[in-house]
Structure formats: structure tokens, C-alpha cells
């Protein structure tokens, strides 16, 4: 017999995290298939742990532009860097093509003016005989295009500095900035220093001169949109008035130079000619040619004087309104603004009076119409004093873009206002000498309008980015192609001139038709006479021009001196 010996074997243990699991087992209910959903078009309800999808950039909200007087006003940056207050300033990356489209821009617009200036050279020449049929007259040089086609570069280009409700588009305000330029408003360069932190004087206030140049707390007004382009410009914004007629100065002081040293060599070549043939020696010609030339420069020097309007009326305006609203006002820079303005103000006063005054006679002298008839000569005689109210729309432009600080659409409402204003008064009065001038500047104000009312559509709070990009292009879009069609034309106007569209019948060549300068300025044979009686006993050129009563006269030249006539 067998005996077996039975031993009680130990309990056998189970892992807790195991037995927790026999004791509670969850029931795993299997992935849904879409198969059945399929056959009876019925959707699988999302489980509640499910993660919600992220939202496109596009349809993302704008983030709205800060406007308080703690981070902008009063210079209180948080210690932000200058880097972080310029991605602060804008949204959104300027793509590649975006950065292309930006330069090539850029560029045909510099090349666009340098060849309006040309011709406007051409145009202001009172020897300068403009076509008569409409076909020619719209590719033919003229003195009223350059003023037309920057003013409205420079209504464009004040975007840059208006009220922001949202923070703009970066490929946006590049855009717009790299037309400041037309503005006189010149950027810096990026700071080596970007990364250190910046202070309040440096960047966002520029009001802290001293202790005594403290913001005041109570202050409504906001120059945000002045700072930001002063962020994006590198320049601090204090310095921009300063730096705005420094280089308004320098511009007319280069065009002076040439004045003077054109008008010395012109003396010099009259010293050296032969004084028993000064008419017709070749230095005589010359030396009539350069004094053309140096009164021409004269007119230029009165251009820039009409594109430095707009500009300085704006800073002026931004300088006096953020120094009102520190304590202590007023201080330098106010002071010198609020001249600026009073010195704008008297200039168009007294250009006004003088041309009143003038003749219709006295306006066609050479020697006036060569240096002022920039002005007025785009105009009807009965007319010639609405120069005026295109200079004061470039100067209201400059102070309402600086006034109204509203964190709206009301800056560009007004702006609106005042263009629609110009626009009805230009159709009612009808100003101008030449139809084809009308039509243009009726199509650039209007397409002002609908670009400011585009601009307009990006002020609303809310506004989503793929909206804010799409209302972005159409302002370059339209930028784009009327720089264009400008560009396009001139090279016409280039080729014509090139070729000889109108090449007189003498040897002396010079691809437009003028009557001889030298006719003009010759030192005798200089006798007039006057159709409705007036004095002709005066013999010389000097009495010629100075008599403004004269409506009408005729000049009388010897029959040895062989000419060309005209009417």
C-alpha cells in the first residue's frame, strides 16, 4: 500500500494592479466602423474626449491695435525689446513674392518719377510748344502730370501713418512704407542694438526730454499710428520734424547748385563769345541755353516746394498735438512746428495775391513763366489761382491724418470727405487748359477714394485675418497697376521722344517742338509792339518784359536774322 503525504501548498499572490483589474473589468467597446454609416448615411457622434480642431490663420481674429496712453503715450514698454515692439506693431510674414513685388515696386516708381521730372523739365520751357491734336498731347511732355502723379503716390502713402484699430499686415506697411520716401520721410537703418532693451525716450514716447516732458495722464490724444511707422523706420519719433526739413533742404539745395553753377558758366560763356556776332556765335547759344536751364531749375525748386506741403503740414500737425498733451507745453519742437504751419499758411496766401495781381500778360513772360509757371500754368487765366485749393487739399491730408486720433474709420472718412469735396469742385469749375488733365486727375482721386474706402473696411474690430489680407492686396493690387499703366505710357512718351515724334525741319534737333530759345533772350533786335495801343517806344528785352499791361504784342526781328516763325 502507497501512502501519499499530502502538503498544504502556500497561497498563490496576485499583482494588485492585476486583481484590481479581474475585480473591475471595463467592458472595451469596439472602434466604430463607418461601414454601416456608410450604407445609411448616418454619422459616428464624436466621443467626449475628443479634441477640437484648431482654427485656420485665416479665420482667426485680428488682434486689435493698442491705443492706451500707459504702453504708447506715456513710453511705458514693459522692458520689450526692440524686436518684440516691431512684431508688436504688425501680424502675418511678408512672403518671398510679396518681398519682390515690394522692391520691383519700389523701383519702377523711382524711375516713374525721375522720367516725369524730365519731361516736366521739357514742359516748363516757355519756348516749349505743346501739340495741338488730343492723340499727340497725351504722349507729349507736360508740366501738370509729376505734381498729379506724386500727389497721389503721397496720399497713398500716408496709410503708413494713420490710426490702426487691428494691428495691420506686415507685407501691408511695407508695402505702403517703401512709398515714404515720396514723403520725404526717409527710414534709418535697423540699430545694431535691437536686442537691449528699449528705453521710452528711444522708441514708443519720445516726449521725455526731461522730467519736465512727462506725458499727462489725462491726455486723449494718441499718436499710435505715428509711432509705429517710427518703429518700423528706425527713427525716433521726436526726430522726424527735424529730419523732415533737413532733407527737404537738401533737396533744394542740390537743385540750387546746379542753378548757380549753370548760371556762372552761362556768364562765362557771354564774357568769351565774339562781341561782333553775340547772336549768332555758338557760345551765344550756349549761354542762352544754360540760363534756360538754370531758370528751369528754378521751377523744379517750386515743385518740391508744392510735394513738401503734404509732409509738412502732417509732421507739424503730430508734433504740436503730442507736445500739447505733455506738461510744459510749449517747448522747441512745438514752436518751430506751429511756424512751419504759419509759414505754409502765408506762402499759399501770398503766392495767391501775387498771381492775382499778374496779367495774363505778365503771367506768359518768359522769365516768370519759366520759374512760376509750374503753379499756375496748368490752369485757365480765370482760373489760375485754384492752385491754391490743390495745395491746401495736400496740406488738410497732412492735418487730418494727424488730428483726428479716433481709433476708427474716421481719419479716413475724413480724408474721404475732403477728396469727394476736391473732386466736385474740380467738375463744377473745370479748371484746367487740357481735357486729357480733367479725366486723369478725376480717375487718381477717385481711385483715392476706393483705395481710403478699402482701408476703411480694415478698421472694424473682429475683423478676421483672411479678410485684413484680402482687403491688404487689393490696396497694393491697385497701387500696383496704376504705377503700371504710368510706367507703361512713359516708355512711349520715351520712345516718341527718342525717335523724333514731331522732329522740326531745321538741323538743330531735339525730339520736341520749340521755338528758338536763343530768339527769346537775345541781348538786341528785341522790338515790341503792343495790338491795343499800348507804349512801344521801349527798345531793349528788359523794357519788354517789364511792361504787364501789354495783352497782346509782337516781336519784330530784323530780316537778316534768319528764324522760325510762330503764332
Not at 496576485?14 to 473591475?24: A, F, G, H, R, T
Not at 509732421?315 to 504759419?342: C, I, R, Y
Request: proline share 5%; glycine share 4%.
Amino acid at each position: 500500500m502507497i501512502v501519499i503525504d499530502i502538503t498544504t501548498l502556500p497561497p498563490a499572490t496576485v499583482d494588485p494592479s492585476l486583481e484590481n483589474l479581474l475585480k473591475n473589468p471595463e467592458t472595451q467597446t469596439p472602434a466604430p466602423t463607418n461601414l454601416d454609416n456608410q450604407f445609411f448615411g448616418q454619422t459616428t457622434a464624436p466621443s467626449s474626449n475628443a479634441t477640437t480642431a484648431p482654427v485656420l490663420e485665416d479665420q482667426q481674429t485680428v488682434p486689435p491695435n493698442d491705443h492706451s496712453n500707459i504702453n504708447r503715450g506715456a513710453g511705458n514698454t514693459g522692458g520689450d525689446t526692440t524686436a518684440e515692439l516691431k512684431a508688436k506693431a504688425t501680424v502675418g510674414t511678408e512672403s518671398t513674392s510679396e518681398l519682390t513685388v515690394r522692391y520691383v515696386t519700389a523701383a519702377v516708381v523711382a524711375v516713374t518719377v525721375a522720367t516725369l521730372a524730365f519731361f516736366q523739365f521739357l514742359a516748363i520751357n516757355p519756348s516749349y510748344i505743346a501739340p495741338d491734336a488730343t492723340m499727340e498731347r497725351a504722349f507729349a511732355p507736360n508740366a501738370w502730370e509729376l505734381p498729379t502723379f506724386v500727389g497721389f503716390l503721397q496720399g497713398i502713402s500716408v496709410l503708413s501713418l494713420v490710426h490702426n484699430t487691428n494691428v495691420p499686415q506686415l507685407f501691408y506697411m511695407n508695402f505702403l512704407d517703401s512709398l515714404s520716401w515720396l514723403n520725404f520721410l526717409i527710414r534709418a537703418s535697423a540699430s545694431s542694438a535691437s536686442t537691449s532693451t528699449v528705453a521710452s525716450v528711444q522708441l514708443v514716447s519720445h516726449r521725455q526730454l526731461g522730467p519736465h516732458r512727462q506725458l499727462a495722464s489725462t491726455s486723449g490724444y494718441d499718436a499710435s499710428g505715428y509711432i509705429d511707422f517710427s518703429l518700423r523706420a528706425n527713427v525716433a519719433e521726436k526726430d522726424w520734424f527735424f529730419r523732415l526739413w533737413a532733407t527737404v533742404l537738401v533737396v533744394l539745395a542740390v537743385l540750387l547748385l546746379v542753378v548757380i553753377v549753370t548760371a556762372v558758366v552761362a556768364k562765362c560763356l557771354v564774357q568769351r563769345g565774339n562781341p561782333f556776332h553775340s547772336e549768332t556765335s555758338d557760345s551765344h547759344k550756349r549761354s542762352v541755353s544754360l540760363r534756360s536751364i538754370s531758370r528751369r531749375l528754378l521751377g523744379m525748386c517750386v515743385t518740391v516746394v508744392y510735394f513738401a506741403i503734404l509732409p509738412l503740414s502732417m509732421v507739424a500737425t503730430f508734433e504740436v498735438l503730442q507736445d500739447a498733451s505733455s506738461t510744459g507745453f510749449p517747448h522747441t519742437n512745438a514752436v518751430l512746428s506751429m511756424v512751419t504751419l504759419a509759414l505754409l499758411v502765408g506762402v499759399l496766401v501770398a503766392g495767391a495775391v501775387a498771381v492775382h495781381r499778374k496779367t495774363e500778360a505778365g503771367l506768359s513772360k518768359w522769365h516768370v513763366r519759366v520759374v512760376w509757371g509750374v503753379v499756375y500754368g496748368p490752369y485757365l487765366y480765370s482760373h489760375r489761382l485754384f492752385f491754391v485749393v490743390a495745395a491746401l487739399v495736400q496740406l488738410l491730408t497732412g492735418v487730418l491724418v494727424a488730428s483726428v486720433p479716433v481709433a476708427s474709420a474716421a481719419p479716413l472718412i475724413a480724408l474721404i470727405a475732403l477728396r469727394v469735396v476736391y473732386v466736385v469742385i474740380i467738375v463744377v469749375v473745370r479748371p484746367f487748359q487740357c481735357t486729357i488733365q480733367l479725366w486723369c486727375t478725376l480717375v487718381l482721386e477717385a481711385l483715392l477714394v476706393v483705395i481710403y474706402g478699402v482701408a476703411a473696411g480694415l478698421t472694424p474690430l473682429g475683423l478676421e485675418v483672411g479678410t485684413q489680407k484680402t482687403l491688404s492686396y487689393v490696396v497694393v493690387v491697385v497701387v500696383v497697376a496704376i504705377v503700371l499703366i504710368v510706367f507703361l505710357r512713359l516708355l512711349l512718351m520715351l520712345w516718341n521722344f527718342a525717335s523724333g515724334w514731331a522732329k522740326p525741319d531745321d538741323v538743330s534737333y531735339s525730339g520736341i517742338p520749340t521755338a528758338h530759345e536763343h530768339d527769346w533772350e537775345s541781348s538786341g533786335a528785341n522790338y515790341t509792339i503792343s495790338i491795343q495801343g499800348a507804349d512801344s517806344s521801349p527798345r531793349d528785352a528788359s523794357a519788354a518784359y517789364s511792361t504787364d499791361d501789354m495783352p497782346n504784342t509782337i516781336r519784330l526781328v530784323p530780316s537778316t536774322h534768319p528764324t522760325r516763325s510762330w503764332k
